[in-house]
């Protein structure tokens, strides 16, 4: 893990492995926060990340949860964060994978986590927390819990950003290559071949 202090953080600045341009900032919505669209305010770019006029703040008690969608599958290698500190910081987070809406507080509660971790505490800045990459290989959204926050009231969450790649998709089958892959280079030579075979039987007989 580190903060937006160390070098690696700082290599993040224009880097093409930050997701931000492929989340679907739109569609971000949350659970118990104080405004619902405030979950769209933790989805900045990366030079924005250390605003901390905008955020996103629980509303009944500590517990928050934030879906983020993105716009085509990615595989996700960290997940970036900017947290509330003192009596509003939350201490633990999960994140599950590849569920089509948000899931709620009472799911959350029967559904394995790919994702659960204590968070560092006293941080000014962001923190790069890895993700296990083999559980987070093709993904096409996000819900991250927080909870447990230090002062039990409130948890609030300033930024929230991901390091990963684009999975590619996968192009339309074009007819006209619709050959074997053994033979697809040699394909001429192919067809030559077996019209020799095929003369060679009719000489034979």
């Known amino acids: 893990m580190s903060s937006s202090s160390s070098d690696p953080a700082h290599a993040l600045e224009g880097d093409y492995s930050n997701l931000w341009r492929c989340i679907d900032r739109d569609n971000v919505h949350g659970l118990n926060l104080a405004d619902p669209d405030d979950a769209k305010e933790t989805i900045k770019p990366w030079d924005q990340r250390e605003n901390i006029e905008k955020f996103a703040e629980s509303n009944v008690d500590d517990q928050v949860i934030i879906h983020v969608p993105f716009s085509q599958n990615v595989r996700l290698r960290s997940v970036l964060l900017k947290l509330g500190r003192g009596e509003v910081a939350p201490v633990h987070l999960r994140i599950y994978a590849n569920h089509p809406n948000i899931v709620d507080f009472s799911e959350a509660e ?3 986590a790919q994702l659960d971790i204590t968070l560092l505490q006293g941080e000014p800045g962001v923190v790069e927390y890895p993700l296990r990459v083999a559980a987070f290989t093709s993904i096409n959204s996000v819900s991250l819990f927080f909870s447990e926050s230090v002062g039990g ?3 609030r969450i300033y930024y929230i950003g991901f390091k990963g790649d684009i999975r590619e998709l996968k192009k339309d089958k074009d007819p006209q290559m619709d050959i074997p892959a053994a033979n697809a280079a040699d394909a001429p030579l192919f067809d030559r071949l077996q019209d020799k075979a095929t003369g060679q039987q ?3 007989r």
């Open 110 to 112: 029967t559904t394995k």
């Open 153 to 155: 009231d409130v948890s």
């Open 202 to 204: 009719t000489t034979a």
